[in-house]
């Protein structure tokens, strides 16, 4: 019975491997680079040319920077990766591999290995490109590779098969241990032990208890969720079926997913349709006296809902406040019940670490943060996109050979952002940094959820400082008056400082308010809510003082600090300038330097874009 | 911002909707989603209605709604400009963006223009940043977006609404 149902689905998807397949990436970063229009000209060329062939959608494998991105495979041949393909590559793509047998040399990126299939000469391999040769892919192994829709796809690269394996041979004991071993941390950024909290939960007396999946991904600049959700959905059912299974026989789960995430929630849907339908969630799983449900809540654009015991709260129908803790989930969880609540990250890489043993696992990252870590890596970087690396990945790697450098050559380095509105700013002096929990604290920032936003010179700190404030004051549920007030005087603070009218005396006053309110916060939006100021005044202190003393923003961001000029030396008197200016502040004559009037300049920058000399700074 | 019309509410279909949830007290953000399906936002008249159906008192109602940020009260926009102001966005520009929209169509942040074709929304992160500056409207993402494209996309919704209208 056990084996038959995935026998039946295995069988299915190895069938269509005789004909060409296309993939095409259709996660939300293939459909905001416009693979739907894409997907059609595929389909008429198909038409048009009368092939018979597969078309896959499948979610997204990293190189967001890159999409939309379609892959050829034909029968006993490599997988050829295309990247920013449009309308008219896509004729020479088909006329390479359907008339003429080869690939097309001028637009292909890479080639996937296909086991027991031919390489094509001259074209690198996927794995040794810069991007993708620092990463190891373990919860985003599927991920652009299969179809998200598909449980037969899933099923074709191993799905299901832990949980097979765990339901047939295994104790709850025996899986926690593993997962124990495995030395796996929440990736939700809180990095508590996942075998400790499932020992926990799995000692919390009673019959009823519950898992919960956090796909709230609130922080922003962050989508790691996101791509593993879209992209491979049934990991996270699994994960969570082995949880149940493991916390004591938990009968109903919940997915807590937030509502901007309308394609993740789409295929969540399907991929419970599917399994249920192949019984992997309902009455006696695999025959087994397992049963076991998940159903999906939508939240409702609250960031504190990420916070789990705000989260326990919005489930259930309440304001989303946070409760303080104990009693922890794992004791007085949903309906009052023994709970335990994971991130998505957390619950993807649990198939893995039990169809390949914890120790397997364990062998990948660094001391104290073991395994794997995805990262979005954003901002002013090359390539950005989706990466995993192990943990203990130096920062250095991660921004200058995956990602690739800065975009602007000319712009260097300044400072990354890691962890989002609780994280901090790491400096140039910072890039060795091994990124994993310990280290990442100590440098002053935290790993976090996973966020990595690269920011150039041209970038400003406090501004940047004052844009997390103002995320997390927006954010505050106001239970605590710490958080809510204590946040406000601060971001008036930063405006203050932001708009020329800084005073001697206000850095001082910022760090007073970020111990109080960081030590009178109920919960890990207020606790954590000063670290970007903390962090960027501790590396940065310069860049705040020459927004109060000299009144002058270094990284030409803070409008009100801006004074645009043309440097006589690089202006070319070419008049570009004068006709952009919305407000008539640019005067040129033939022949002369240009010149701007500040005092009715609007600091809209129109000038500076237009000048191709750099001669306006 | 335009006076605005309340649509009327429809004691059945509230009652349906609850039904889907089994009338669970605990399914009330659930329940508020789905009639802020139907009409666009939350009419005070069915908030009500869900209040006495589901048997929680009005205070609690108001407060559930007044908690999560993406519920309203107000009708809003065919259209909303969902335009992204996280991180990522922020650090390529969103700013500019917004400035934008506000410019072109002469609305805040949180209102509609008169013709309740569009409603301005800045939200906090869309889960694409490596294509920001991004925006999303009715469920369709928009990458690497500038001031222009921005306005480009505007007009060619404008003229998808004129079409359909054409052809009614
Ligand atoms: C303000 C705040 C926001 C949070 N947001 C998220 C989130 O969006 N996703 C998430 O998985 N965890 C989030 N967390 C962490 C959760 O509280 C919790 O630690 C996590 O879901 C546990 O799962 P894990 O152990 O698998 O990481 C947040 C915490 C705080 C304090
Ligand atoms: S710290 Fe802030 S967000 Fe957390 S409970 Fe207190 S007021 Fe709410
Ligand atoms: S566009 Fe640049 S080079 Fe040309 S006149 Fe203006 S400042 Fe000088
Ligand atoms: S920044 Fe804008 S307003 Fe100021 S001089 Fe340049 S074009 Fe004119
Ligand atoms: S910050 Fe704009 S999509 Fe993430």
Sequence with gaps: ?617 | MAETKHVEVDLEDIEKICEEFENREGAVVQVLQKVQEKYGYVPGEALELVGEVLEIPKSKMYGVLTFYSQFYQEPRGKFILKVCVGTACHVRGAGLLVDKVREELHIEPGENTEDMLFTLEPVACLGSCALAPMAMVSGTAYGKLSADKMVSLIRQLEEETVHEEETV
């Design chain 1, 1 to 617: 019975m056990l084996t038959e149902a995935l026998e039946d689905i295995s069988v299915a998807s190895s069938k269509v491997t005789d004909l060409p397949v296309i993939h095409i990436g259709m996660a939300t970063c293939g459909l905001a680079s416009g693979a739907r229009p894409l997907l059609e000209l595929i389909r008429k060329e198909v038409e048009k040319r009368q092939l018979n062939l597969r078309i896959i959608p499948t979610g997204c494998i990293g190189m967001c920077h890159n999409e939309p991105l379609v892959d050829v495979t034909m029968p006993g041949r490599y997988r050829v990766s295309y990247r920013n393909v449009k309308a008219m590559t896509l004729t020479q793509i088909f006329d390479a591999h359907f008339s003429k047998n080869d690939f097309a040399k001028k637009y292909a990126t890479c080639q996937i290995p296909v086991e027991g299939a031919e390489p094509y000469e001259g074209l690198t391999l996927m794995a040794d490109l810069p991007f993708f040769k620092g990463q190891v892919k373990i919860v985003t192994k599927r991920c652009g590779m299969i179809d998200p829709l598909s449980i037969a796809d899933y099923v074709a690269m191993d799905g299901y098969k832990a949980l097979r394996k765990v339901l047939t041979s295994m104790t709850p004991e025996q899986v926690v241990d593993e997962v124990t071993k495995s030395g796996l941390r929440g990736r939700g950024g809180g990095g508590f032990p996942t075998g400790l909290k499932w020992a926990l939960t799995q000692k919390s007396p009673g019959p009823e208890k519950y898992v919960v999946c956090n796909a709230d991904e609130g922080d922003p600049g962050a989508f790691m969720d996101r791509s593993v959700l879209e992209g491979d959905p049934h990991a996270v059912l699994e994960g969570m079926i082995i949880a149940a299974f493991a916390v004591g026989h938990a009968k109903q789960g919940y997915i807590y997913c937030r509502a901007e995430y309308p394609l993740a929630i789409k295929h969540l849907r399907k991929a419970i349709d599917d399994a249920r339908a192949h019984n992997f969630l309902g009455e006696n799983i695999l025959g087994t006296d397992m049963s076991f449900d998940i159903e999906i809540k939508e939240g409702a654009g609250a960031y504190v809902c990420g916070e789990e015991t705000a989260l326990l709260a919005s489930l259930m129908g309440e304001r989303g406040m946070p409760w303080p803790k104990p009693p922890f989930p794992a004791q007085k969880g949903v309906w009052g019940k023994p709970s335990v609540i994971n991130n998505v990250e957390t619950l993807g890489n649990i198939g893995h670490i039990l169809l390949n043993g914890g120790e397997w696992y364990a062998s990948y990252g660094s001391e104290k943060t073991k395994g794997t870590k995805t990262f979005a890596l954003t901002g002013s970087v090359k390539n950005s996109g989706l990466i995993e690396v192990p943990a203990g990945t130096p920062l250095r790697e991660i921004i200058f050979s995956i990602g690739g450098g800065m975009v602007e050559k000319k712009i260097p380095f300044k400072a990354a952002q890691l962890g989002g509105p609780s994280g901090g700013c790491i400096p140039v002096d910072g890039l060795d940094t091994p990124v994993d929990f310990e280290n990442v604290v100590a440098a002053g920032a935290i790993m976090g959820s996973g966020g990595i936003v690269v920011m150039d010179e041209a970038a400003c700190i406090v501004d940047t400082a004052k844009f997390f404030l103002k995320f997390t004051q927006d954010e505050s549920c106001g239970e605590c008056t710490p958080c809510r007030v204590g946040s406000k005087i601060m971001l008036d603070i930063l405006t203050r400082i932001t708009d020329g009218k800084g005073q001697e005396g206000d850095l001082d006053e910022l760090v007073r308010l970020s111990m109080y309110v960081k030590s009178n916060s109920l919960c890990g939006l207020g606790g954590a809510a000063p670290n970007p100021v903390l962090s960027t005044i501790r590396y940065f202190r310069e860049e705040y003082e020459a927004h109060i003393r000299d009144k002058r923003c270094p990284g030409t961001v803070c409008n009100e600090l801006i004074k645009y000029v043309v440097i006589e030396e690089d202006c070319t008197t070419c008049g570009l300038c004068e006709p952009v200016c919305p407000s008539g502040s640019v005067t040129w004559e033939k022949g002369e330097v240009a010149h701007i009037d500040l005092t009715t300049c609007i600091r809209c920058k129109a000038c500076v874009d237009a000048c191709k000399f750099r001669a306006i700074i």
